[in-house]
């Protein structure tokens, strides 16, 4: 089961930044936080994933807060390619046993970048 | 470009035909997975393999079958013993070597439909 929350939708206008937010309270000290994001009828594209520390790559950037039960993914200037469904997911090291060799998508949340 | 491909895009069977989807990537991958998506749910897990000639059941296995003769190639078929096959199906790889958080990576699914 996802062990993560996040709201069903969200909008944003195009050109300012998307903060998409993610609770996941349960989660322990070895897991990561993924974000991916699914634009209808393709596949689940990865984004980012960090532990502790905030990361960014090219495409957007993680904040995890201290206590480790949320963070927020960042798409600093929205486009209205960015339009899709956003997946915060929870999961430790895939070597360590348990459910860790999977992904669980919850239902995640749909951005709508408006022009 | 290295990538993962399914195909074919979108797939129709008859009732009581099996039918076989193709997954094929060329990262180099050591794992591979094969998930269920049904209209507004997540991703739910099928079939995956950690290496050639293994792989394990996921949640929803019944009904399915593949096979990992080579390290690219992770083929489903969907047997006429699932009764409820209309769904987009989507396959993911992983690197296991290095890091133990790798990311998984999805190809762009395929959609398949009963006539």
């Known amino acids: 089961d996802a062990k993560t929350t996040q709201p069903p939708s969200m909008d944003c206008a195009e050109g300012r930044a998307a903060n998409l937010p993610c609770n996941h309270s349960t989660i322990s000290g070895n897991e990561y936080v993924y974000w991916y994001r699914q634009i209808h009828s393709q596949g689940p594209q990865y984004i980012i994933h960090?532990?502790?520390?905030?990361e960014t790559n090219e495409m957007a950037s993680l904040i995890i807060t201290e206590d480790r039960k949320s963070s927020t993914l960042i798409l600093p200037h929205a486009t209205l390619r960015d339009t899709a469904v956003y997946y915060c997911?929870?999961?430790?090291?895939w070597g360590s046993g348990g459910s860790n060799y999977k992904l669980t998508f919850g239902k995640g949340t749909l951005l709508t970048v408006n022009p | 470009d290295g990538g993962i491909t399914q195909s074919p895009k979108y797939l129709f069977r008859k009732e009581g035909q099996n039918v076989t989807l193709s997954c094929e990537q060329n990262?180099?991958?050591?794992?591979m997975y094969w998930y269920r998506q049904d209209p507004g749910q997540g991703l739910r897990l099928i079939y995956y393999?950690?290496?050639?000639?293994?792989?394990q059941k996921g949640d929803i296995a019944e009904g399915y079958s593949v096979s990992r003769e080579k390290k690219e190639s992770f083929p489903l078929t969907v047997t006429s013993a699932q009764k409820n096959p209309t769904a987009f199906y989507l396959c993911?790889?992983?690197?296991?070597?290095?890091?133990?958080?790798?990311?998984?990576?999805f190809g762009d699914g395929t959609r398949l439909s009963i006539l």
């Open positions: 393999s950690q290496i050639v000639n293994d792989f």
């Open positions: 960090g532990l502790k520390n905030n």
């Open positions: 993911a790889s992983l690197l296991k070597q290095g890091a133990d958080n790798q990311p998984q990576h």
């Open positions: 990262l180099n991958h050591d794992a």
């Open positions: 997911i929870v999961r430790g090291f």
